[in-house]
């Protein structure tokens, strides 16, 4: 959530970067937070003009008064206290409506982030890898999990209902290798692990920059509970320090988060959204990241070279894109997507795998996290996120790019160990 003053004083700037983000002005309205702004702020003139008259009508009290003048005052002092009741009344419905306009309004956005209204204007920034060429027809990955006998999409339809899935054999054993695999890589970083609550309550999905109800929301929501199952671990390690004030000398926090995630995909569809891509529910280990100010950009550049030494060292081809502006979500002041190369995805193209961003205080003023600054003074820390491994995705990319011309998949050479084989084999 941005600063209301800062709506206040920067409304040009903030009404478009509402635009840029291609998100509707009438939803998020700046000049409705400045309108509610302003009232509050009238309204707290008045309440505390009120609140002095009362303290002086109490103190006329104490002197000596005869009957008539102490009537007056008694008189005086009731009206005084409706004033201020219906004005409190007004104040805490106005502060309400103002946290709820201005929840709506996003992040700024950093100023070399391409501007753009869809991905496929984003800008790519590096490549690393190059895309396979077989001497074969390759196979999609739901072909080979049905081939090699590891994923099961019918029954999962049939028992849970769409974009849900069994994993079976080798693809159990392949699903944890990859979650391994990418909790010793942040373990190596010196990253404080978690394994995190699959619920959280509204409050905090809210606060990460989630919405929990309604038909755009992307998760589901526990009826009558408030409480919602996670669509990442991002929210469960971000909520951790709600309304606490964190240590400077502690700063930068980097944790990592193993979690079940859960989405609704609400209005997702299409090709690409095919077999493992677009599910309702898989696992995925999660980076997040509390800092100063001053270190936020560093850490946003190291959280996105994890990313890259771990799909390095899983030998898939991929590229780096800056996010435009209207692919950003509100949360986000600066995004990268690392997205691998999918033989099986049209005949071959690049699909997001892992994104990073840095969010800065937008989530903190939400959660109210800060930290007391070398002043003296408490001020909102940053944070950041970026996935280490959503296993869907990236078992996706290793069957479609290790697969072979005889129907098997070779295991890529960091993952055997965790594995204990090198090799799918098709079932006779």
């Known amino acids: 959530m941005l600063d209301y003053k800062y709506i206040k004083d920067n409304l040009a700037a903030v009404k478009q970067n509402v635009l840029d983000r291609n998100m509707d002005p009438a939803r998020a309205d700046a000049d409705k937070v400045v309108e509610l702004y302003d009232k509050r702020t009238a309204l707290v003139t008045e309440l505390q003009g009120l609140q002095q008259k009362r303290n002086e009508n109490a103190q006329a009290m104490k002197q000596k008064l005869d009957n008539d003048a102490r009537a007056k005052l008694i008189e005086a002092g009731k009206a005084l206290k409706e004033e201020i009741a219906k004005v409190e009344k007004d104040q805490k419905e106005t502060e309400e409506a103002l946290e709820e306009a201005a929840r709506q309004i996003p992040n700024m956005y950093h100023p070399q982030a391409p501007v753009g209204k869809l991905d496929t204007e984003n800008l790519e920034v590096k490549v690393v890898g190059t895309p396979r060429k077989f001497d074969f027809e390759p196979k999609d990955h739901v072909a080979l999990g049905e081939s090699l006998d590891i994923l099961d999409f019918d ?216 930290y007391k600054d070398d002043d003296g003074k408490n001020k909102y820390v940053h944070t950041l996120n970026g996935t280490a491994i959503a296993v869907g995705r990236a078992m996706l990319a290793i069957l479609e790019n290790y697969q072979n011309a005889d129907g098997s998949v070779t295991i890529p050479e960091v993952l055997v160990p965790y594995c204990g084989f090198d090799k799918i084999l098709p079932k006779k």
């Open 155 to 370: 029954r999962g339809t049939k028992v849970s209902g769409p974009k849900f899935y069994y994993l079976k054999n080798e693809a159990v054993f392949l699903e944890q290798a990859l979650i391994m695999y990418a909790l010793n890589t942040l373990r190596k970083h010196n990253f404080n692990m978690f394994i995190t609550p699959d619920v959280a309550k509204e409050d905090i999905l809210k606060g990460i920059g989630f919405n929990p109800r309604g038909n755009e929301s992307n998760v589901y929501s526990i009826e009558e509970e408030g409480t919602c199952l996670v669509a990442t671990a991002e929210i469960t390690l971000g909520g951790y320090h709600q309304d606490e004030i964190l240590p400077k000398d502690k700063l930068p926090l980097m944790y990592g988060g193993l979690s079940h995630c859960f989405r609704r995909e609400a209005g997702a569809a299409g090709q690409f959204s095919k077999g493992l891509y677009r599910v309702h529910q898989f696992d995925k280990v999660e980076m997040f990241a509390y800092s100063t100010p001053e270190q936020s950009d560093a850490i946003h550049e190291q959280l996105r070279a994890i990313e890259e030494e771990i799909f390095t060292g899983l030998g898939l081809p991929f590229h780096v894109v800056d996010t435009c502006t209207g692919d950003l979500g509100a949360p986000a002041y600066r995004k990268w997507d690392l997205e691998a190369w999918m033989p099986g995805r049209n005949g071959g193209e690049y699909g997001e795998v892992t994104s990073t961003s840095n969010c800065t205080d937008y989530q903190a003023r939400r959660l109210n996290i800060k």
